[in-house]
Each structure stands twice: as structure tokens, then as C-alpha cells.
């Protein structure tokens, strides 16, 4: 089982930023696809940003131009840089993972795999 470990959720007033990590227990080499998704109170849970093996990024059209998801160097984890946040952004955020059954061959079958989710509160 590929365990997912958010980090970096917290109260940021209203313009701040915050900064999300997930650490992963397998080399997110073996992922097809990592991303965050959110779920506010009263609200489907909805896709912010994914990345994929090839550094493509997908971004919710609410999010875009203000929020960042990277992967990093050790192949470990992503992360997700938040700026200009606004109330509107208050969710519980939720990583991601697609885990590929062959990872050398970049494709076939996956395992979705999720977080536990870290609480992010945008307020004054």
C-alpha cells in the first residue's frame, strides 16, 4: 500500500500564502499522476492541480495563475505553492496519487491512492 502524507495546512489571513507538501512512501517514479484535490464544507470535492510523469500540469480555472504544484528533485513528493488566498480557498486538501502497475513502462493499470487531508482556513 503506497501511503500519502500531507503537510503545511493552516489559518493564512486573506492576499497570504501557504505552501502545501505530500510525501509519498513509494518514489512517485511509480505514479502516473499526483495532484491536489480540495473539498470545502457543503461542497464536492473538486481538483485543483495535478502534475504528471512528463511535468505536464493541469490547474482548476479557480486556481489558476495563483497556485503552483511542482514535484520534487528526489522524487519523493509535490508540493503547492498558494498565493492571493482568498476565503474562498478554505478546504480540506486532499493528495493524490495514480500509481502505475508497471512503472517502467510508463503505462497500463493504476491504483488510486488519497491522503488524509490537511486542513487549510483563509480568514481575518
Known amino acids: 500500500q503506497v501511503q500519502l502524507v500531507e503537510s503545511g495546512g493552516g489559518l493564512v489571513q486573506p492576499g497570504g500564502s501557504l505552501a502545501l507538501s505530500c510525501s509519498s512512501s513509494e518514489s512517485i517514479f511509480a505514479m502516473k499522476i499526483m495532484g491536489w484535490y480540495r473539498q470545502a464544507p457543503g461542497k464536492q470535492r473538486e481538483l485543483v492541480a495535478d502534475i504528471n510523469r512528463d511535468f505536464d500540469t493541469n490547474y482548476s480555472e479557480s486556481v489558476k495563475g495563483r497556485f503552483t504544484v511542482s514535484r520534487d528533485n528526489a522524487k519523493t513528493a509535490i508540493h503547492l505553492q498558494m498565493n492571493s488566498l482568498t476565503p474562498e480557498d478554505t478546504a480540506v486538501y486532499y493528495c493524490?496519487?495514480?500509481?502505475?502497475?508497471?512503472?517502467?513502462?510508463?503505462?497500463?493499470?493504476?491504483?488510486?491512492?488519497w491522503g488524509q487531508g490537511t486542513q487549510v482556513t483563509v480568514s481575518s
Open positions: 493524490y496519487a495514480q500509481r502505475l502497475k508497471w512503472p517502467q513502462a510508463g503505462r497500463g493499470p493504476t491504483t488510486d491512492y
